[in-house]
């Protein structure tokens, strides 16, 4: 089992930036994989960005040029926000993936809101 958990949520202002963390624990050693995704009200849960534990980067069209991943995707995650925008209000979530067994875990999310 694999226990994901992020913080970092919060009220900002528009244009303002927020860094988002997670963290996972438990059986790692088979994570090679971890993400945010985001849900705002009424929508479905979106990806936002994935990092492996190679390196490998992919942003949701949304993301790009804004949020930037990092950690080392075994236990870690970040996600800095900049210029920040009221339709990036959502709760946003982490998880992380395994490969054997072939699972995906996720935390409980945090609410980020962008309001004036």
């Known amino acids: 089992q694999v226990q994901v958990v992020e913080s970092g949520g919060g009220l900002v202002q528009p244009g303002g930036s927020l860094r988002l963390s997670c963290a996972a624990s ?12 985001r849900q705002a ?12 534990t190679g390196g490998s980067t992919n942003y949701a069209d949304s993301a790009k040029g804004r949020f930037t991943i990092s950690g080392n995707a075994k236990n870690t ?7 920040l925008k009221p ?7 982490c998880n992380a993936v395994t490969a054997i067994p072939s699972k995906i875990y996720w935390g409980q999310g945090t609410q980020v809101t962008v309001s004036s």
């Not at 995650?77 to 210029?83: A, G």
């Not at 339709?87 to 979530?93: G, K, L, P, R, S």
């Open 26 to 37: 438990g059986s790692i050693v088979s994570i090679y994989r971890m993400g945010w995704y």
């Open 41 to 52: 009200p009424g929508n479905e849960r979106e990806l936002v960005a994935t990092l492996t």
């Open 77 to 83: 995650v970040y996600l800095q926000m900049n210029s």
């Open 87 to 93: 339709e990036d209000t959502a709760v946003y979530y």
